[in-house]
């Protein structure tokens, strides 16, 4: 977006100059840094299983990105996929979050086409999809990612600016369930 706009602006006006080569190698390399990203998840393919769609893989879509505080993942999915958040590994490689610690995993939908998760927490977090057992999840509809600080949290709207409302911010519709998992 900002990127492909830019090189066509900029080149374009300053297309005999390398001055404005540079300029537009630094307001794309700092536009990239300095606002919050929202990422689409699977980018066309959605938010599915490898048996709804072959062509997932969500490894490959993680590659090569940069995740950050205050940046969304948006899931585009349908009634018959989940998704959970969880910072607990076991629970990731369980695909399972039935007995997770509500203080780790989130349920972030029950069948909504879209759902937005912000990233609130550095460090790594895992998703997947929890319905069918974790069918969907084994079948290749779960991903990890390293959140870095980036920008840090976006800090709430100041009082100064009152036109602007606050952007809602998602919240978990059930939370899961508080007992520990069982030890193998
Ligand atoms: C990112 O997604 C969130 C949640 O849907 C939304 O509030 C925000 O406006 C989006 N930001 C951009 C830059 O699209
Ligand atoms: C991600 O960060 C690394 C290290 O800072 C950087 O080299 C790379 O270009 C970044 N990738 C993207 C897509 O921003
Ligand atoms: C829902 O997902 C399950 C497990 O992946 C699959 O067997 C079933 O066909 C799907 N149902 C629909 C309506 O897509
Ligand atoms: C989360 O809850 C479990 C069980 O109640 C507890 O053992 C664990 O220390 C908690 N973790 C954090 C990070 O609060």
Redesign the pocket.
């Known amino acids: 977006m900002g990127r492909n706009q830019c090189s066509r602006d900029l080149l374009l006006l300053f297309s005999s100059s390398s001055l404005g080569f540079l300029l537009c190698f630094f307001i794309s390399f700092t536009s990239?840094a300095d606002a919050y990203q929202n990422y689409t998840v699977g980018d066309n393919l959605g938010w599915f299983d490898n048996k709804h769609n072959p062509k997932i893989n969500y490894q490959r879509w993680v590659a090569?990105?940069?995740f950050s505080l205050g940046d969304f993942l948006i899931f585009n999915t349908d009634k018959n996929h989940s998704v959970i958040q969880t910072y607990n590994l076991i629970t990731y490689k369980r695909c399972d979050y039935n007995n997770a610690n509500a203080n780790d995993t989130v349920v972030w939908s029950a069948g909504q086409p879209v759902v937005a998760v912000p990233l609130l927490k550095e460090g790594m977090t895992y998703f997947f999809s929890g319905n069918y057992d974790g069918k969907q999840c084994k079948h290749g509809q779960h991903f990890k990612i390293k959140v870095l600080h980036g920008l840090g949290l976006p800090r709430p709207s100041r009082p100064s600016m009152p036109r602007r409302r606050p952007k809602p911010v998602p919240v978990p519709l059930v939370a899961a369930g508080t007992s520990r998992y069982p030890i193998r």
């Open positions: 990239a090569g990105k940069n």
